[in-house]
C-alpha cells in the first residue's frame, strides 16, 4: 500500500547506519571465498554501484519527485484508468471530499485503476491511486479509511524513504550515477518501470504501518469523519487474506483492526470520564 528517504523525515540528516550497511555489502562482495581482491573491472564496478547508492541516500527532494512522477506517469500508462466521469471515478471523486487536498505542500490527485486486483497506493508527487478491485469490497467509510493511509505513509515520510531505497538498488546494479547525469536523467524507461512496481509494492515495516494507521485515524477525526470504516477494512482485508502488497501486512490485518477499534474505545471512555 503510496508516497514512499534513507534520510530521517523531520530533520532531513542521512540515515548513516543504513548507508554504511549498503557500502559494507558491497566491499564484502568485492573479496572472493578465499579472501582473493576480485579483478580490478568488478572492483570498479563495484565502486561505481557504491557511488550509485551514496548518491541513493543524498537524493534532492526536486530529485525524489521528479522520480515519482516518472514512476507514477509509467504506471498510469500501463493501467487502465477508468474515465472521469465514470461511475467509479465520480464515486472517488465524492468520497474524497472533505479529505486534505494536499500532503506536505503537494496538491493530491486521485485516479482509478480498472483492475480486479485489491490495492491502493500513494507517491510523494501527489498521485493517489484506488483500484476497482479495491473499491468493490470497501464501502465509503472503509475507503476513506485506506485512502487515509495511504497518505500517511507520504504524510510521515515513509513513501521517500521506499522510493530512496528502491532507487539505490536498481542504481546499484546499473551503476547509473557513473555517467555523471542526474539522478533522473540517468534512468531507462525499464528502470522507471522497475522503480515504479517496487514503489506500489513496497512492504513497510510494522512500526511505519502502526504509525500510517494512527496517523489516518487523526486524520480522519480531523475532518470529522467516520473512523470505524478503518477497523472494518482492516477486518475485510483480514478475511481476504494476507497475501498480496495490501493484504500483506506486519501486524497483521486483524491486529491492525483490533488497534483502531481499541482507540475508538479509548477516546469513548475518556469522553464518559470528562462528562461531570
Known amino acids: 500500500m503510496n508516497r514512499s528517504s534513507l534520510s530521517d523525515n523531520a530533520t532531513g540528516r542521512p540515515i548513516r547506519p543504513l548507508l554504511a550497511a549498503v557500502l559494507a555489502a558491497f566491499t564484502l562482495a568485492a573479496c572472493s571465498n578465499t579472501g582473493n581482491v576480485a579483478s580490478s573491472a568488478d572492483a570498479e564496478g563495484l565502486l561505481k554501484a557504491s557511488a550509485a547508492a551514496a548518491q541513493a541516500?543524498?537524493?534532492s527532494d526536486a530529485d525524489v519527485m521528479q522520480l515519482a512522477d516518472k514512476s507514477c506517469a509509467e504506471m498510469d500508462g500501463k493501467a487502465k484508468l477508468a474515465p472521469p466521469k465514470g461511475k467509479a471515478a465520480q464515486r472517488l471523486a465524492r468520497l474524497v471530499k472533505g479529505m486534505p487536498k494536499e500532503v506536505e505542500g503537494v496538491a493530491l490527485n486521485y485516479k482509478v485503476y480498472e483492475t480486479?486486483?485489491?490495492n491502493a497506493?500513494?507517491?510523494?508527487n501527489g498521485c493517489v491511486?484506488?483500484?476497482s478491485g479495491l473499491m468493490e469490497k470497501m464501502n465509503d467509510n472503509e475507503l476513506r479509511g485506506v485512502i487515509g493511509h495511504e497518505i500517511?505513509?507520504?504524510a510521515l515520510g515513509h513513501s521517500k524513504k521506499a522510493l530512496q531505497v528502491a532507487y539505490a538498488a536498481g542504481a546499484a546494479r546499473q551503476a547509473a550515477a557513473s555517467a555523471g547525469n542526474s539522478a533522473v536523467a540517468a534512468l531507462s524507461a525499464s528502470e522507471i518501470g522497475d522503480l515504479a512496481?517496487?514503489?506500489v509494492n513496497a512492504q513497510f515495516s510494522q512500526a511505519q504501518e502502526t504509525a500510517a494507521d494512527d496517523y489516518a485515524?487523526?486524520?480522519?477525526?480531523a475532518a470529522k469523519m467516520r473512523r470505524d470504516g478503518l477497523v472494518t477494512a482492516f477486518e475485510k482485508l483480514a478475511k481476504l487474506g494476507d497475501n498480496s502488497s495490501m493484504l500483506s501486512s506486519h501486524p497483521a490485518s486483524s491486529e491492525r483492526a483490533q488497534h483502531i477499534r481499541d482507540r475508538l474505545a479509548a477516546e469513548k471512555t475518556a469522553g464518559k470520564l470528562a462528562k461531570p
Do not use: G, P
Not at 121 to 124: C, T
Not at 217 to 221: E, N, S
Open 57 to 59: 541516500v543524498t537524493l
Open 116 to 118: 480486479k486486483e485489491i
Open 121 to 124: 497506493w500513494a507517491m510523494n
Open 129 to 131: 491511486r484506488v483500484y
Open 152 to 154: 500517511s505513509h507520504v
Open 197 to 199: 512496481e517496487k514503489l
Open 217 to 221: 485515524f487523526d486524520l480522519l477525526t
